[in-house]
């Protein structure tokens, strides 16, 4: 149980389109899923915290503008990157957290989307 | 803000041997620590928290919170170990946000 899964896996897309990226629990639901981005060789940094059927809370420094998201049921929030440029080329990285009895902050991760702007 | 360095990037050891990765952090309340793993071609997985005071896959880790530092020990490495290991800090009451440190690649060499 616990799986998360991202789609795509991977896109390429050409400077100044918009890309959209999906996260979904499989199994549970997840009223707050993450999302960050690795760029190569590098750790986790977290974007934003989604929160169903509200405002996704952004860390600072990332342009919410330019990052959308939506949580918009139980088992999906999405990412989408705005205009892309090819400095946003990155690893994206969804989590849920699991809120069943018995299994407290713990994230799941998905597969993660390599988005490569061109 | 909190922050949580892995001072090694690289650790090679051979197999049989002991393996230690050093994880210290910064924050000012009680944070919950976590090591994560991601093998080759796989997601990121927990491979345990402080609170649950367990050993997975033979690898334990204590905090310290006069130290504050988290370092993951496994006492005889195995070849299937060699991954990416990153510690991981979620602060008090922060709705679960994970600040991860900058891992560290274990290879174990026959």
């Known amino acids: 149980g616990a799986v998360v899964s991202q789609h795509p896996s991977w896109v390429i897309c050409k400077s100044g389109t918009s890309v959209k990226i999906e996260c979904r629990s499989l199994d549970f639901q997840a009223t707050t899923m993450f999302w960050y981005r690795q760029f190569p060789k590098q750790s986790l940094m977290l974007m934003a915290t989604?929160?169903?059927?509200?405002?996704?809370?952004?860390e600072q420094g990332v342009e919410k503008d330019k990052f959308l998201i939506n949580h918009a049921s139980l088992t999906l929030s999405t990412l989408t990157v705005t205009s892309a440029h090819p400095e946003d080329s990155s690893f994206y990285i969804c989590s849920a957290r699991d809120h069943r009895t018995g299994v407290i902050n713990e994230q799941f991760f998905g597969p993660g989307t390599r988005l490569t702007v061109l | 803000a909190q922050r949580v360095t892995q001072p090694e990037k690289l650790l090679s050891v051979f197999k049989g041997a002991p393996v230690e990765l050093k994880c210290n952090y910064s924050?000012?309340?009680?944070?919950?620590l976590f090591w994560y793993v991601q093998y080759s071609r796989q997601r990121l997985q927990l491979l345990l928290r402080h609170i649950s005071r367990e050993s997975i896959k033979g690898f334990t880790a204590d905090l310290n919170k006069g130290e504050t530092s988290f370092h993951l020990k496994k006492p005889f490495a195995q070849e299937e170990d060699s991954a990416m290991y990153y510690c991981a800090l979620s602060p008090e009451a922060a709705g679960n946000k994970l600040t991860f440190g900058g891992g560290t690649r274990v290879l174990v060499k026959p």
């Open positions: 924050y000012s309340g009680s944070p919950e």
């Open positions: 989604s929160n169903e059927g509200s405002k996704a809370t952004y």
